[in-house]
């Protein structure tokens, strides 16, 4: 190949640089129910154009975490899924303004698949008025999994869970929840565990720049 062929080859790759290594992991239904199926295939919403950034990596995982840990990075709108090997599942994801965010660790004390919804009082008082309980379906803002935090054996309120707004992967808004494209919640929810551990990084605390990632899509 002509030097000057290779030279524009690296040029290309430089946005790709950085130590962490990604690899777009291929969408797949494999972890969908029937009613999964049934439920998405009729969504009351709009198909969102996911930035490449957003979707589901298999990257290089640098921390100390366990596998089968769940770690959110607020900062830069990723929560990663810790395997072994040093490797982990990055996927995008919505996070609450820095006001209302949960931050700190938790464990997986509850899963739940097309969940009902009970907004809280203070929801209601925002942003309602809601009826008391809104049913699982795919026009419930928990979309089509429901993984609960608790500390200790206190419900934190707060839940990594799909959405009915994906438009809104990768910014921070008014929820203090920790929202997922519903395939993607679905594939995380597929390989969680009960009492799972979860670290929620507090904002400027992002785990970007301890993994080398200075890629971003």
């Given at each position: 190949?002509p030097?000057?062929?290779?030279?524009?080859?690296?040029?290309?790759?430089l946005?790709?640089?950085g130590?962490m290594?990604?690899t777009?992991?291929?969408s797949?239904?494999?972890?969908?129910?029937?009613?999964d199926r049934q439920?998405?295939?009729?969504?009351?919403?709009?198909?969102a154009?996911?930035?490449?950034?957003y979707?589901?990596h298999?990257?290089?995982?640098?921390?100390?975490?366990q596998?089968?840990t769940?770690?959110?990075?607020t900062?830069?709108?990723y929560?990663y899924?810790?395997?072994p090997?040093?490797?982990?599942?990055r996927?995008g994801?919505?996070?609450g303004e820095?006001a209302m965010?949960?931050?700190g660790?938790?464990?997986?004390?509850r899963?739940?698949?097309?969940?009902?919804w009970v907004?809280?009082?203070?929801?209601q008082?925002?942003l309602?008025?809601?009826?008391?309980?809104?049913?699982?379906g795919?026009?419930?803002?928990l979309?089509a999994r429901g993984?609960?935090?608790?500390?200790?054996?206190?419900d934190?309120?707060?839940?990594?869970?799909?959405?009915?707004q994906?438009e809104?992967?990768g910014?921070a808004?008014?929820?203090?929840?920790?929202?997922?494209?519903?395939?993607d919640?679905?594939d995380?929810?597929?390989?969680v565990?009960l009492?799972?551990m979860?670290v929620?990084?507090?904002?400027?605390q992002?785990?970007?720049?301890?993994?080398g990632g200075?890629?971003r899509g």
């Amino acid at each position: 190949m002509p030097r000057s062929l290779i030279a524009l080859f690296a040029i290309a790759l430089l946005p790709l640089g950085g130590c962490m290594q990604t690899t777009l992991s291929p969408s797949t239904d494999a972890s969908m129910t029937p009613r999964d199926r049934q439920l998405l295939a009729h969504t009351p919403y709009a198909k969102a154009n996911v930035p490449e950034q957003y979707l589901r990596h298999i990257v290089d995982y640098h921390r100390k975490e366990q596998p089968g840990t769940i770690l959110v990075d607020t900062d830069a709108r990723y929560l990663y899924y810790v395997l072994p090997d040093g490797k982990a599942i990055r996927y995008g994801v919505a996070v609450g303004e820095e006001a209302m965010a949960f931050s700190g660790v938790a464990r997986v004390g509850r899963l739940a698949e097309w969940p009902d919804w009970v907004p809280t009082a203070d929801i209601q008082a925002r942003l309602g008025p809601y009826p008391a309980r809104v049913p699982g379906g795919p026009a419930n803002p928990l979309g089509a999994r429901g993984i609960y935090l608790y500390v200790g054996n206190k419900d934190t309120l707060y839940r990594i869970h799909g959405t009915n707004q994906p438009e809104y992967i990768g910014q921070a808004i008014s929820s203090g929840c920790i929202r997922m494209r519903n395939e993607d919640v679905i594939d995380l929810y597929d390989r969680v565990k009960l009492n799972s551990m979860v670290v929620v990084l507090p904002p400027g605390q992002s785990a970007r720049a301890e993994m080398g990632g200075g890629w971003r899509g």
